[in-house]
């Protein structure tokens, strides 16, 4: 069974580094602060709990493995995480001036689980810990970072602003550690988790044949879908909860997401079969007007396509507001509402004859589905070869780009 990142002791890995650019223990002991034989007790029992050889022992010294050097490469961009988190103490505070140096796996891990169950009584039911033991553990890492990251607000707590960049960093170092882990794998298909954001358009094709393709090939990864619209997904995103996100992508860059284009989409008018319009096979913006709409959820993307569609004249009533393709379809087929969707979202329900496309794709509704990652981001191989199948997937979907 292969280790949970903070069951490995953060000094020990630190040391990675220190040993791959010395080449031995005597002067990777100096650098770190560590005696020689508790080095060599550290190296032995990490490669023990990674299952794998990091290091070639020889008369000169030693060599890292391939699999020592991608593990102190992945260790190494934990720690740059936790040390860009814990930035920002008070000045003349009480914290040290590397906290990253110190902070210790129990202290990450407890303050991770109070981070994400909202509280100690929560952390403590979902983990088994003792409150004493979590609150003692937090306090310890607050006194390392000189940072409020925890506030009592009434009867519970909350994260500070110093706690909620604590926990983003503390997330993100914990995805390095298993991205390591996953890696160093003996399962040649791969083990690990892999948490995937999935907007609309993407729920509906693309994503279900990448899943069924990639399980098919690595059973023993576990993939997370977790549903939601842009806006709520990227903090998630940039939190490290999720690994990637796939849909619609923005038209502004922002600089520390990358976002790759996959295909790109035409909306069309969707209502439900048998609706007044379905026999048309050109609607007018007079006869589209005169019928109630239900429209994305306001600034969004679907939103603006809409409000562009009638633009200059008076738009048709929307008294609906809505982003769930599901509650959509049930709204469409009970009534005569119209609204934009790809007929890729729908293709199901227009070829069982529930719902149908109003007219021809719409010229100026074009939008690019594509993935949207953080920044820097390094996939390990089997979040690679997801990414991979993600993008076979999409070569048969949408519009081709002469369009």
Known sequence: MEPHP????????????????????????????????????????????????????????????????AMADRAAAAFRQLATASRGGPAGGRGFSRPDQLMTATQLDAFLRVADAGGFAGAAAASGLSQPALHRAVRDLEQVTGLPLVERRGRGVALTDHGHRMARGVRLAHREIAAGIAELSADPAGTGRIAVGAMPLSRALVLPRALAAFTRAAPGVVIDVIEGSWRELVDPLRDGVIDLMVGALRDTALPDLDQRALFTDRLAVIARAGHPLAGVARPTLEQLAAYPWIVGSAATPLSGQWQALFAGRAPPPAPIECGSVMVIRGLLRDSDLLTLLSPDQVALEVDAGMLAVIGARLADSVRTIGLTTRAGWRPSAAQQRLVELIERASETVGIPENE
């Open 6 to 69: 903070f069951d490995l002791n953060l000094r020990h890995l630190r040391s990675l580094s220190a040993v791959v650019e010395h080449g031995t223990l005597s002067a990777a002991a100096a650098r770190i602060g560590l005696s020689q034989p508790a080095l060599t007790q550290g190296l032995s029992k990490l490669e023990r709990q990674l299952g794998a050889a990091l290091f070639d022992r020889r008369p000169d010294g030693l060599a890292a493995t391939a699999a020592g050097k």
